[in-house]
């Protein structure tokens, strides 16, 4: 067989590049549920037509099909492989209303994928870690102030294994939808869209988009590019915001409204997370359903990495006519942020193999008593394996070191008196040997596991 060639946008870590990706997802994971986030997993395919309800996604599903159908393919029961998390969790509460308590609060780690084009830590299959609340009916402002705050430490608890600190871009749509229509722009949604490319085209090209596309004069597009200008991570922000609105007659009850939601998540985030969270008015978030707080989140030091974290709150998502089941979540790119942190060399494995322990077999013969000797060890939670061939132990030893073994534990052996001797443990690092008996010994807990840590 040829060697394969690899495809583009579809991440695999080698060994120690996985016990990374897992603390990752661990960490994550253990924040969440401190917080009272349930665990759940959606189906990885959905109805083409629910896909779609997103907005301008079409050329990013990936279609699933068979590969001899047996009849025509019908449009409407086309199915997708989910590119997001968002929607296939808003028809989950549809389905499951009745059985839900709510508020729901939720965590979904699973892998989705996007027919985009590859780049630095851009895939197009990658792990997502969403978590969101969502009430029936109504939801508390709030919670949009407790979702970043819970993503800010989640992300906070990974800078022990050498993550750089975090940004939390945030936003309200209230507030820009109010400006925008005190200064007489209606399509709010197409200047968002315009607005939310700042990062990439600049501020000149995206003046002469909302010209072009949106309707907005020259003076309507100066405005709204000085409200994207506005920044700043204390409450003084909200301050400049009204000026600039008030300066050109733009101070709606809509940008009032956005105005107090913004206050009170900078206000609550500036005492429980100093400097993590921003307000940051350009902060966009083209997708159309958003409709309050919008986030975005990047690592400092690697801003061009783009966002990393993404979300904001939605009221009609989930709905079905009848009923309707507000939310409000965040998005950690999972993969992009493990890619950053390898590519980068900031974590390192401390081993890429679980085994903390080999034990040596003297022959073949004598198997059965290496074997016994890992039976007991791993009945104490001591990661163990036993050494594939009765070799000479200096080369038992060596493989040990290529696989980043720490220890090596040599079974008794009977003298010529017909008494075992004790058995014996080395560490290969420091060439220390010592006798050892499995119902006793343990490695530090530093050795037990493989563990992340941060590249000195």
């Known amino acids: 067989m040829a060697k394969p060639t690899p495809l583009s946008g579809f991440p695999e870590w080698l060994p120690d590049g996985r016990i990374v990706e897992q603390h990752v997802l661990d960490t994550l994971r253990h924040t969440f549920e401190l917080h009272g986030f349930a665990g759940i997993e959606t189906r990885a395919v959905e109805p083409l037509d629910q896909l779609l309800r997103k907005g301008e996604t079409s050329k990013e599903v990936y279609l699933l099909s068979r590969l001899q159908e047996e009849n025509s393919q019908i449009p409407d029961k086309q199915l997708g492989l989910h590119f997001d998390l968002t929607v296939p969790f808003a028809r989950y509460v549809l389905e499951n209303a009745g059985k839900l308590a709510f508020p729901l609060k939720r965590y979904q780690i699973q892998k989705v994928w996007r027919g985009e084009r590859p780049q630095d830590g851009r895939f197009r299959e990658f792990i997502q870690a969403d978590i969101d609340v969502v009430g029936a009916g109504e939801l508390p402002y709030h919670f949009e102030v407790e979702v970043p705050l819970v993503i800010a430490e989640a992300l906070g608890s990974l800078a022990g294994i050498g993550l750089p600190p975090v940004r939390i871009l945030v936003n309200n749509r209230r507030v ?86 913004l206050e009170a998540l900078i206000a609550a985030a500036s005492e429980r997370a100093p400097g993590v969270v921003v307000a940051d008015l350009k902060i966009a978030r083209g997708l159309d359903y958003y409709t309050g707080s919008v986030y975005e989140t990047v690592l400092v030091g690697h801003e061009q990495l783009g966002s990393v974290c993404s979300g904001g709150r939605y009221d009609t998502l989930a709905s079905d006519g009848r009923n309707t089941y507000p939310g409000v979540g965040l998005s950690i790119g999972v993969s992009r942020l493990v890619s950053r942190l ?82 014996q443990v080395k560490d290969i690092r420091s060439g220390e040997q010592v006798d050892a008996d499995a119902a006793t010994w343990a490695p530090s807990d530093a050795d037990r596991w493989p563990r992340a840590v941060p590249v000195s």
């Open 176 to 261: 820009a939808e109010g400006f925008y229509r005190g200064i007489g722009l209606d399509d709010v949604e197409g200047v968002l869209r315009q607005i939310d490319k700042l990062d990439k085209i600049g501020p000149e090209k995206v003046s002469g988009l909302l010209v072009a596309e949106c309707g907005a004069t020259e003076d309507q597009a100066k405005a709204c590019l000085a409200l994207a200008s506005i920044s700043g991570s204390d409450v003084g922000v909200i301050a400049e915001v009204r000026a600039l609105a008030e300066s050109h007659g733009a101070v709606t009850e809509l940008l009032e409204t956005g105005l107090g939601e």
């Open 342 to 423: 390898l590519s980068a060399e900031l974590v390192r494995a401390t081993r890429s193999v679980p085994s903390a322990v080999l034990v040596a077999v003297s022959s073949e013969e004598e198997r059965v008593v290496s074997d016994a000797v890992a039976t007991a060890l791993r009945a104490r939670d001591i990661p163990v394996e036993v050494a594939p061939s009765a070799a000479k132990f200096g080369k038992q030893i060596k493989y040990a070191d290529r696989r980043g073994i720490p220890f090596v534990w040599f079974p008794g052996s009977a003298g010529e008196d017909g008494v075992v001797g004790a058995d």
